[in-house]
Every structure is written in C-alpha cells, then in structure tokens.
C-alpha cells in the first residue's frame, strides 16, 4: 500500500524559511517523479513542483519560483521542500503526492494527508 | 499565467446525471485529469487523459474533451458523490501544471 507521510509544518514568521519532508513507503519511489501540492485553508489545490524520478526535472509553480526549492533522496525514499521568503499567502496545508508510472508521472495519483504551515508574526 | 476555469457548483438530484466542465486554452492539444475531495479528505484521482479511470474508481464517473473544454460526468449521481471537483492539465510548454478553481457537486 503506497504511505505518504508529511512533516515539517510549523508556524514561521513572515520572511523565513522552512523545510518540509516527505516519507515515502509501499513502492519503489526511486522510479517515480514525485509532486508538492497545497491547499489554504478553504480553499483550492495549487500545484506547487515536481521532481523526476532521478532529479533530472524540476518545474515549480510561479507563485514559488526563485523561493521554493524542491529535492529528493532516492536512498532514503524521502521527498523534501526547501521554503524560504515565505509569505502570508504560503500559508496552506501543503500536500506530497507521487506521479503515476510512466509518461503520466506528471499526473499525481497517491496524496499523503498534508502538513500545515502557518505563516503568521 | 495559464488558467483552468470551472463553474464553482452543480447541483443534481441522487440518479441524476452530473456534468463539470473545465475550460483552458491549452485544452485542445493537452489532456485533463479530475481529482474529487470530501471535506477533510486528501484528493482522489478518478479520471485521468481526459477519459481513463484508474482501477477501483466506478463506472459511473466519465470525462471527455472537445476543443478547449474538459467535462467530467457523474452518471446516475449518489449521495456519496458530494464533494469537490477539480481539473488539472498542464499549459502548452508541458512546465506548468495547474488546478482548476474547483467545482463544489452537491446531491
């Protein structure tokens, strides 16, 4: 069974940085691009990057471009997003998700059940 | 910035028939996927390539695209179809993927 487990979220003051984790577990993860989705609270899903199965390729959304930095550590099955210059407007449940197989690895198709970061002085 | 548009609610009776549309400009040449969240829940992929579902998700959800609309049909809607829809597709340069607003079904 595919487990995808977030942590990380922590109430941050605006300007400061964060890094959230993502555990992986019940498949083979080091095959598989993997996504950060979020979601403000009451709000709609805002894709956030993607990473592919090696690192190769890396896109992000351009609300987080040049302040989000997206990794991860196949040998570790573990999925990580650097946060920095965070703002009010960060504030979301933020969602790790894994591609399907293949050429449809940018369709996200297993969720973890998110972690909240709260950006608030 | 690229787009998904979609109406912010639909409201059917249980065994109606539900209809969500998505409109993108880049629609025509992309496909969409559609994801349903119940409250307090994580996403839910039940379609997929404008018309795939992946195993385990009922027959009664469908999609289809024509030009630069995206729909997701609920056929025979239940009560346990209530929930959020959204589409996801990317823009023409394949590196930006987005959501639509949301869609909120109610049966």
């Known amino acids: 069974e595919v487990q995808l487990v977030e942590s990380g979220g922590v109430v941050v003051p605006p300007g400061g940085s964060l890094r959230l984790s993502c555990a992986a577990s019940?498949?083979?993860?080091?095959?598989?691009?993997m996504h950060w989705v979020r979601q403000a609270p009451g709000k709609g899903l805002e894709w956030v990057s993607l990473i592919s199965w090696d690192g190769g390729s890396i896109y992000y959304g351009d609300s987080v471009k040049g302040r989000f930095t997206v990794s991860r550590d196949n040998s570790r099955n573990s999925l990580y997003l650097e946060m920095k210059s965070l703002r009010t407007e960060d504030t979301a449940f933020y969602y790790c998700?894994?591609?399907?197989?293949?050429?449809?690895?940018?369709?996200?198709?297993?969720w973890g059940q998110g972690t909240l970061v709260t950006v608030s002085s | 910035s690229y787009e998904l548009t979609q109406p912010p609610s639909v409201s059917v009776s249980p065994g109606q028939t539900a209809r969500i549309t998505c409109s993108g400009d880049?629609?025509?040449?992309?496909?969409a996927s559609w994801y349903q969240q119940k409250s307090g829940q994580a996403p839910l992929l039940v379609i997929y390539e404008d018309n795939r579902r992946p195993s385990g998700i009922p027959e009664r959800f469908s999609g289809s695209s024509s030009g630069p609309m995206a729909t997701l049909t609920i056929t025979g809607a239940q009560v346990e179809d209530e929930a959020d829809y959204y589409c996801?597709?990317?823009?023409?340069?394949?590196?930006?993927?987005?959501f639509g607003g949301g869609t909120k079904l109610t049966v």
């Open positions: 998700a894994k591609g399907r197989e293949g050429i449809t690895g940018t369709i996200p198709d297993h």
């Open positions: 019940g498949f083979t993860f080091r095959s598989y691009t």
């Open positions: 996801y597709s990317p823009d023409s340069s394949d590196h930006l993927w987005v």
């Open positions: 880049a629609l025509p040449k992309k496909y």
